[in-house]
């Protein structure tokens, strides 16, 4: 079965520095999607960056990036210029195929002013 | 456009009750999905709907929990008999079909069970 692990439970940047967040995956697939997804206190999942797996050229969405390393199953994402309203939780998720969506843990972001 | 909306937003019950959650997805989204968000459990998979196709259950946790789309639309997740440990936020989800394509989640509804 595919997992998911974010070994960064919580996190803190300064605001205006950059923060990499932490994210590995185990799986057999080759062809699959990965994702980042920001869940604020409102509770609502918003989509950050999503990877396909297919492609070597890694994702940037604005002052969000990553860093997907097949080989290592390793997909981390940097945040950079870090804001105010970047503070939430974080998740990494993966899918292949038609399964649903498996998240990592999160790593919860705090952003100090 | 309009994104996913689930109601109630919070719901509180006492244990026993059943309790119905609505999710209603984004316009022309074939695909359906329900999540579960535990403190301590992170997000689980429930159950999801693509088409007229029979949904994919395999993660409903016990016979207790169902769930219907009506007309390839809106989605009722029902909780029979709610036990404390149903407590969590029910997440909704939609894509424009099942494979390989991204989520869009509602603001979930927080059920907690007295």
């Known amino acids: 079965a595919q997992t998911v692990t974010q070994s960064q439970p919580e996190m803190s940047v300064q605001e205006a520095e950059t923060v990499t967040l932490s994210c590995t995956y185990d799986t057999s697939e080759s062809d699959y999607y990965l994702f980042w997804y920001k869940q604020p206190p409102s509770r609502q999942m918003i989509l950050v960056i999503r990877q396909e797996a297919y492609k070597q050229q890694n994702a940037t969405e604005n002052r969000f990036s990553v860093n997907f390393q097949k080989a290592a199953k390793s997909f981390s994402l940097k945040i950079s210029d870090s804001q105010l309203g970047d503070a939430a939780m974080y998740f990494c998720a993966y899918r292949s195929g038609n399964t649903p969506l498996v998240f990592g843990k999160g790593t919860r972001l705090s952003v100090i002013a | 456009g309009a994104g996913v909306s689930q109601s109630p937003s919070n719901k509180v019950t006492e244990k026993g009750k059943d309790v119905e959650l609505r999710c209603d997805p984004i316009?022309?989204?074939?695909?359906l999905y329900w999540y579960r968000q535990s403190l301590g459990q992170g997000l689980e998979f429930l159950i999801y709907?693509?088409?007229?196709?029979?949904?994919?259950k395999s993660g409903l946790p016990s016979d207790r929990f169902s769930a219907e789309r009506t007309g390839g639309s809106v989605s009722t997740l029902t909780i029979q008999r709610t036990q404390q440990e149903d407590s969590a936020v029910y997440l909704c989800a939609s894509s424009r079909t099942v494979y390989q394509e991204t989520q869009y989640f509602g603001p979930g509804t927080r059920l907690l069970v007295l």
């Open positions: 709907f693509q088409g007229n196709s029979a949904p994919d």
């Open positions: 316009s022309g989204h074939t695909a």
